[in-house]
Every structure is written in C-alpha cells, then in structure tokens.
C-alpha cells in the first residue's frame, strides 16, 4: 500500500446509490466507482468525513461478517471470467493479518485487501462509519478534503463557506493533530455544531501553527456549472452522477450551453452514479429509445450458453447476442448536434465512463486529458450486521459498439494532465489556467476551422459585384 494514498468514502457509487426496487432498504442497486475501496487503486480525492472508528472489533463479530461476506462473494457476486469460488483460497493467504485484526479499521482495510484479490471493481466492504458517510453529502466538521501521508494529511481542498477556510486553513498544508493528538481517527475533526477543535497544520514552508475551528455543517457537493471561453465554447462541469445530481440545475445549463456550436464536458473526478442521472444526462444529446449499451449479467450469461452453446467468458458475444439494451427514456425535444469534447482523468469511473464512450461511439467527441479508472460494473449495495455496508458486483457493461469498460479504461485522443490542487486553486472562472481545458478548446478551434464549409470560387466578372440579395 503506498504511503500516499487518498482516503475518502466513495466519490460515485459509495453509498451513492440508484434504486430500482421502489421501496429496497437491504439492497440498493447503482453503477458505480472504487470510491469505498479502502485498498482500492482509484485515486479519487477524499473527503474530510471521518474514516472508520478505530473501536476494537470482537472475533465473534469478524467470523459473522466474514460469513456474510462470503455468502454474498460465492452466491451473488457476477463479473465474466471471475471465479468467486476461490474466496477461501484468498481469506487463507490473509488469515493471520484477520486474525490479528483487533479494530474496525484494520479489520476493514484486510477484509478489503482479501476481496482485492479477485481483481475487479465494485467488491468492497465498507466500515459502520464509512457506510454511514456514503449515504449523504452533508455532515458536521470543518469542510476539508484531504489526503492521507501515513498519519498525517494533507489539503487538497477547503470548501468555500466552510469552518476551515473561516479559520485560515490553506489548500497544501499537512493536518498534523487535533486538540493536542495524531489524527489516527480521523472522526475527531467531526463533532457537535458549533463545538470547537484546535487543528494544527505544518505550512509549504514548514512552519507549524495551530488553529481553533468552530465546526459546522458542511456540504460536499460541487454543483454543476456551466462558463464560456472568448470565442463562445460552452465547458460544461458535471461533478457526479449520484443522489446529489441536480436534474434541474443540469437541465438550465446544458440547454444554455446547447445554445453553442461547441461545448467541452468535464468529467474528471467524477466517479458515476445512478444510471437514472447518466441517462438523463445523455438524453440532451440522444434521442429518446437510442440504444447505448448492454448490461450483461450472470443470468443472461447462462441463456446465452444455453441457446449457443458459446463461451460464458465472451462477454462482448454475450452483449451483442442479447436483445435487451440500456437506451435513452427520454431526450431533449432536438438533440445538441454540435462538436463534443469530453475531459477524463483516472478518477473518472463508472457512469462517467459510460457517457465518454457513448459521446464518442454514437456523437464523434474527443477526449482529453489521461485515461480513466475502468471501473464499470452494476453493484447493489448489501447491508450487514452492525451497520456494515458491502458493495457487490452484478452485471458487466459492455458499449453499444462492443467495448468492455471493466478493467479497459478509456484512452484520451489527446493526453494532457491537470495537477488536481493546481486546478483547484485557480479560480472557477478562469478556465484558462487549465492545461486540460485549454487542450480541449485548442482541439475544438482546430475541428471548427478543418470542418468549416470551404469559401466560394470568384464567378464570373459579370457577377463579381452583384449585391447580396
């Protein structure tokens, strides 16, 4: 595990879940990202919520969730070519950190380490407090994301309004203690509204001071925004495809920015959602019943090998064989028709990836930036003993045009990468200072000009000064 690793609880999927079952409570269902892989590669950016208590966990309480845990990997889990029988083999190669595990972190962070072992996204095990996180974007702290250097942490991000940035705290600085301690817990940063914890930070410079900071209520959701560069290109900014999209606020800027002939859609650090949103989304773009890919799950798999008689492992055979697609419900009366770029980085997961390869399968749009996480499966989400929450993969998705998205993360036709605190400390209105956004419009200048109908051959002489009518 590398010693710099963001910790955060879930940026797409986590907790943030879509529903088909009307009234579901034991199971949520959502495509989603790694986003509650504690072990996981994504590099999504965390949020200062609090990670798992470090309460101790009895070996009572570990053997019933490794129970269920099992239960669900070798009766529910579906991913193609994934053997789920082998969950002994992987629980037996980590049997003593398990049983040396004597709290709810470490006991976590191995039970996700024995699930990472299957290679795939969208199996995790998420801890009481980590699950109790997942499930809003509005909680009690100071309004900080972070990422974890062993003990310490470091600020990616202060939210505007928040009890960190009314106490002074800086975008770089490193979260040292809290009232006087290491930060092994990261849930003493949380606490009452308007209660007080003394924050002590080491500067760039390094230089320490400490801090009082009034905690608050905080919201972590980004909403999406739409700006215009000089020469009137829309940059369209969807930040997740989760509970927090607004369809409203979506739908006032899209048809704004629809207005343009060119619009560049930022996708970066976005981590999915619920196929609702991304469908919502896509239908400004596609027409109502426009086929956009297949969800193949283990009971297709199965039909399929039954009538065919083919490989169970051929997932994009399977997709192309089966009849039932995931299509637009419904779609903006005419569809933009202008030129799409669509900016991507590796935390870009899940639903986001799936609207990137539709825009480029079916509306010719760019990508640009650096490739994406590949983490595209259908997950519902378990709920455990002991308010424990476990992400389970059910369905593979596979494009309209037969790519795999699982483990095949999308490629940029242009790659160019943005330092995310470097973005983030430039101001929102200033999409210039983006090495990304900038590529985008370059790109979109350059498509505008080489498309741009050709210029009339002089006519006659008789005509050359006949006025326009």
């Known amino acids: 595990m590398s010693m710099l690793h963001q910790h955060f609880v879930d940026t797409l999927g986590a907790g943030r879940t879509i529903t088909f079952e009307p009234h579901a409570t034991r199971r949520t269902r959502c495509i989603s990202s790694w986003g509650a892989r504690v072990l996981g590669a994504l590099g999504a950016l965390g949020v200062l919520i609090g990670a798992a208590s470090a309460q101790p966990i009895s070996a009572a309480d570990k053997r019933v969730l490794l129970d269920q845990a099992e239960r669900l990997v070798r009766e529910e889990a579906f991913a193609s070519g994934v ?9 037996a190669r980590y049997k003593s950190r398990l049983d040396e595990a004597k709290t709810v972190p470490a006991f976590t962070a191995t039970v996700n380490r024995v699930l990472n072992e299957f290679g795939i996204s969208h199996l995790d095990l998420l801890s009481p407090a980590a699950a109790d996180a997942s499930r809003g974007s509005e909680f009690t702290g100071i309004g900080v994301r972070f990422a974890e250097l062993g003990r310490e942490r470091r600020i990616m991000d202060v939210l505007k309004g928040s009890p960190a940035e009314r106490a002074g705290l800086k975008v770089g600085e490193i979260i040292t203690a809290a009232d006087g301690k290491e930060v092994d817990d990261t849930r003493v940063l949380r606490g009452p509204s308007g209660t007080i914890v003394h924050v002590t930070v080491r500067t760039e410079a390094g230089e320490e001071r400490t801090v009082p900071v009034t905690r608050g209520k905080v919201n972590f959701r980004t909403p ?3 700006t215009f560069d000089a020469d009137d290109i829309a940059i369209v900014r969807v930040p997740t495809f989760h509970s927090d999209y607004d369809r409203a606020n979506v739908a006032k800027i899209v048809r704004d920015a629809m207005k343009r002939k060119r619009m560049v859609i930022d996708l970066r650090d976005n981590g999915g959602g619920e196929v609702r949103n991304m469908l919502h989304f896509l239908g400004f773009f596609l027409p109502s019943g426009q086929a956009i890919g297949t969800s193949v799950s ?43 770029a669509v900016l991507i980085n590796g935390a870009s997961a899940s639903a986001s990836e799936i609207v990137a390869q539709t825009l480029v399968e079916l509306k010719g749009a760019v990508l640009v930036g650096t490739p994406t996480a590949g983490a595209v499966l259908v997950s519902t989400y378990e709920e455990l003993p002991g308010g424990y929450r476990m992400k389970v993969p059910h369905s593979e998705y596979v494009s309209l045009k037969g790519r795999r998205l699982e483990g095949n993360p999308l490629q940029p036709d242009f790659e160019i990468a943005q330092p995310r605190m470097r973005r983030r400390a430039a101001p929102a209105d200033a999409p210039a200072t983006d090495r990304v956004i900038e590529a985008a419009l370059r790109e979109l200048r350059r498509e505008d000009i080489a498309n741009a109908p050709a210029e009339p051959k002089p006519s006659d002489s008789n005509n050359q000064d006949k006025p326009e009518q």
Request: hydrophobic residues 35%.
């Open 224 to 226: 999406e925004s739409v």
């Open 298 to 340: 283990k009971e297709a798999t199965d039909a399929y090998v039954r009538a065919e008689g083919g490989d169970p492992k051929d997932v994009k055979a399977i997709a192309e064989w089966m009849k039932d697609k995931m299509r637009i419900i419904r779609s903006e009366r005419v569809p933009y028709r202008g030129q799409i």
């Open 83 to 91: 053997d789920f029988e082998k969950w002994p083999d992987h629980v």
